[in-house]
């Protein structure tokens, strides 16, 4: 197809997204801050756009991007097609719809039919929050890793989690919203080559992990809210592949597994000793 697209997104020069959007891109893909940045200099015009897709709603809304994606709709003329599309339906969600959609149509999916198929959910119980590092290093030396990513709440834990993992000689790799799109761009395409195996980051880039080989998915941290569970624990049954999610649980975080398993109808099990045979 001979279609012109542009990816128009934050960490990246201002200047080369106003001459692309001048050069006339058929699709746009970017970040709210940037788009928004964009229709406000008047490079991307909103009349001229025929469909508007928000996609990982629910994870935008969640993430104080409201505001920007709130400006966003404003801007657009009424002939414009607006799509959602959103793995979870909270109510800030249903909220745009009511605002922004005019007689939507909504295709809704089963929340026990969402993709848990073929993924293998594990617990370790550990004692205290700082156990967990010593328990991940004992993971390391009972399972062969082909490609992992470990999941923190916080871009802080992800930095200190790479720093001390490094400290012991493990090859890891970090990402997180605070570093620069070609940075993380760099890492990557290092971690979809294989070249790295390793990858520690937070939710906020939960979505876009898109890797073959990823089958074991760690949450280091479970995540703050159920609806995060899935996206985590997704990469590492994709593309039809059979995976591991191991989650690490202390006394606090009992309550939030119970709801995770509730809410999905499904059940997290205690790992097994031959964990290594189902990775």
């Known amino acids: 197809m001979n279609i012109k697209c ?29 788009v928004h940045d964009m229709i406000q200099r008047r490079v991307l015009r909103t009349d001229q756009m025929k469909m ?51 007689d939507p149509i909504r295709i809704l999916v089963k929340k026990q039919e969402l993709t848990l198929e073929g993924i293998k959910q594990f617990y370790i119980a550990v004692e205290k929050e700082d156990w967990k590092l010593d328990t991940l290093s004992d993971l390391y030396e009972t399972v062969t890793i082909t490609q992992a990513v470990i999941f923190c709440n916080t871009r802080r834990k992800v930095d200190w989690l790479t720093d001390k993992l490094t400290a012991r000689d493990f090859t890891v790799s970090a990402m997180h919203g ?22 520690i980051a937070t939710d906020l880039l939960a979505r876009g992990i898109d890797v073959q080989q990823v089958s074991l998915v760690i949450n280091y941290d479970l995540p703050a809210n159920r609806e995060n569970y899935i996206h985590r624990i997704g ?45």
């Open 52 to 102: 508007f897709i928000l996609d990982e709603a629910d994870e935008m809304l969640s993430r104080g991007f409201t505001e920007q994606i709130y400006d966003i709709f404003q801007l657009l003329p009424q002939s414009t097609q607006v799509v959602l599309l959103s793995a979870t339906m909270p109510q800030d969600v249903l909220e745009v719809t009511t605002k922004f959609m005019r």
């Open 235 to 279: 990469r590492g049954g994709r593309f039809g592949r059979k995976g591991v999610a191991i989650n690490f649980v202390t006394a606090d975080d009992v309550r939030m597994m119970r709801e995770i398993e509730q809410f999905y109808s499904t059940q997290i099990e205690e790992m097994p000793m031959n964990v290594a045979d189902l990775i």
């Open 6 to 34: 542009h990816a128009c997104i934050g960490g990246t020069a201002v200047r080369d997204d106003m001459n692309a959007l001048r050069d006339g891109p058929q699709v746009v893909v970017g970040t709210p801050g940037r």
């Open 178 to 199: 605070d570093m620069e799109q070609s940075q993380r761009d760099v890492i990557m395409k290092e971690f979809r080559s294989g070249s790295s195996r390793v990858l």
